[in-house]
């Protein structure tokens, strides 16, 4: 004699199985972009690094800090902001080159170069750095935050981020 076994789901079961199923079809739609939102900002990161052209290096005067202004675009997640970067520059032989960030190390307000006094002053706690970008007075905590710097086809870069 043959047995056919043939398993019959309930109505209940059939309900509990599409339920589940259901539940988890909703659990990856939220889990999935969770993890990226999660995850992205932290690639980003790692993708933020780059070379940027500040411009000719003919522009950089000898033993005096040169203000470059570029427009970079910066992304933090998934937001892209446009911002001004703006680099002191200082070479004392036309060949070794200094950039520095034009922001104070104290709580970031914009330093500037005092060309009488020989130099930069941050107008929100006074502020002093020498010419090289090290703390002279004040209560800035260190020197200023300085870039690697390249030059090609007589072209400043510095690299940022
Ligand atoms: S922010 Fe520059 S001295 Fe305070």
Known sequence: ?????????????????????????????????????????????????????????????????TLFKVNISRQTGWIVNQEELSVYVLTENGRDFVAMSNVCTHLGCRIRWIADQGQYYCPCHNGVYDKQGNVVSGPPPRPLDKYQTKVENDQLFILEG
């Not at 076994?5 to 199923?21: C, P, Q, V």
Request: proline letters at 5%; aromatic letters at 8%; zero cysteines.
């Open 1 to 65: 004699m043959e047995h056919s076994e043939k398993k019959e789901i309930s109505r209940r079961e059939f309900m509990k199985y599409t339920i589940a199923a259901l539940g988890g079809l909703i659990g990856l739609g939220y889990g999935i972009p969770a993890i990226g939102y999660v995850v992205a900002p932290a690639l980003a990161k790692s993708q933020a690094q780059q070379w940027i052209q500040l411009g000719a290096v003919s522009k950089v005067e000898l033993g005096t800090p």
